[in-house]
């Protein structure tokens, strides 16, 4: 519900980023901002799928083990190449695998099912063979005027290939939204600079700086602000130049916890969801200020980590006209009991195991927001979703259940 009333109330503010165009090889994980039609055949030609000899297939018709057909080669094609000979009946062509099948050819029969003879001149045939045999058409793969991607479309791997397959070296695409990223807190340092003993490093702002680049974004680091009114005041309004803002820290109700009261005094509709039920993460605030979109995350990191990845990615994604890039997800067995708390959705850190083919999920941490840790030991994270059943507090993912797993990198290993 807090997400659903978060976005629809983000929707109506418009915020357009714009489009740009981009060469190919920049495109990707950024998000197209139109149709891709196909503006040719492909392939453009007819062309072989194997190593072999094109023939009319009427030559082999009547061709046995014990009844062969002598084939004269008259050429060779190599991929890329072209041959100005027509086959004729009791003729064949050498061709390799991509080549362009020559004029008079409708067939083609691979290396290994021919003996060749005479200095590769003549070639013996012991079965008959289809038309159309080991030949893709033109357009057999996409037709010209086919949509080949649709507007927002996020680019993978594959994407790009696809597009440099039909000769586009320039795209149109959404420009990033640019997202203001600051930490607050008196206790935080810059990584690099000296550590006091009452001082912790800021790590929050850099994982959420990365998070927010995968996730189509540009990152605008406003570094960190001490927990004075005035200073964090000063900050938010900086921040609101731009498309969104993630502030992490003082988003609980402490005495330094100044944030969600500045967004409230700052602009109108201010905090519009105030604490969320999920663990970790709980003490998120999402808000709305002077048109622009604010997300003020916990500052223990895997609360702001799992705060992101609930309401700052599908924010992002809204924006982008997008529904993002795909999720990797994993169905492993549980390797202990999970206890989860009432009413509260619960965001499961696991690492994922392999063993004789089966996966299996091993709960890192039951608590740890403040243990990055954690998280970065973690394979993946679970999302379980209190259900309403019983009265009891707290109710289990059981051991040797199947749990859906979002995997955070690829696995492979086998434990």
């Given at each position: ?32 901002a ?24 009427s ?10 057909v ?35 050819a ?19 045939i ?45 795209l ?38 990365s998070?927010?680049r995968k ?6 680091d ?9 200073v ?27 944030v969600?009261?500045?967004?409230n ?17 709980s003490?998120?605030?999402l ?56 009413g509260m ?38 999302v ?32």
């Amino acid at each position: 519900m807090a997400l659903k009333k978060f976005l629809s109330r983000s929707k109506l503010l418009g915020i357009s980023v714009g489009t740009e165009h981009i060469s190919l090889d920049k495109a990707t994980d950024r998000i197209l901002a139109r149709n891709i039609q196909c503006p040719i055949d492909i392939p453009p030609f007819q062309r072989s799928t194997v190593d072999g000899y094109a023939i009319r297939s009427s030559a082999a018709k009547g061709a046995a083990r014990n009844d062969q057909v002598v084939l004269n080669v008259i050429d060779k094609i190599n991929a890329g190449k072209d041959s100005r000979a027509k086959i004729r009946s009791g003729e064949a062509i050498a061709i390799a695998t991509g080549a362009k099948i020559p004029a008079g050819a409708d067939s083609v029969i691979m290396i290994e099912d021919v003996i060749i003879e005479d200095m590769r001149k003549k070639i013996r045939i012991s079965h008959r063979i289809d038309r159309g045999s080991n030949i893709t058409p033109r357009g057999g793969d996409l037709r010209k005027g086919q949509i080949l991607l649709k507007k927002g479309t996020w680019l993978t791997a594959a994407d790009i290939g696809l597009i440099a397959s039909v000769g586009k070296s320039r795209l149109l695409v959404y420009k990033k939204v640019k997202v203001a990223v600051l930490s607050t807190g008196s206790e935080l340092a810059e990584p690099g600079s000296k550590l006091d003993d009452a001082s912790i490093f800021d790590s929050n702002r850099f994982m959420l700086s990365s998070m927010v680049r995968k996730q189509g974004g540009e990152p605008i680091d406003l570094g960190i602000c001490k927990d004075e009114k005035s200073v964090i005041r000063a900050k938010i309004n900086q921040a609101l130049k731009f498309d969104v803002v993630l502030i992490s820290g003082g988003s609980s109700v402490g005495e330094k916890d100044y944030v969600p009261g500045l967004i409230n005094e700052i602009g109108k509709p201010g905090i519009i969801v105030s604490g969320v039920a999920m663990k970790p993460g709980s003490p998120t605030s999402l808000g709305i200020a002077n048109g622009k979109p604010v997300i003020v995350l916990p500052g223990y990191p895997v609360s702001a980590f799992v705060a992101f990845y609930t309401f700052g990615r599908p924010l992002l994604y809204n924006i982008l006209k997008s529904s993002g890039p795909p999720v990797a997800r994993q169905v492993a067995k549980l390797t202990s009991n999970v206890k989860l708390h009432r009413g509260m959705t619960t965001f499961v850190r696991v690492r994922i195991l392999r063993r004789h083919g089966c996966f299996f999920a091993k709960p890192v941490s039951a608590a740890g927001a403040s243990l990055l840790s954690t998280l970065a030991y973690s394979d993946g994270i679970v999302v379980a979703k209190y259900n309403n059943r019983g009265l009891k507090r707290e109710y289990m993912l059981h051991k040797g259940q199947n749990v859906e797993v979002v995997l955070l990198r690829e696995v492979y290993q086998e434990a």
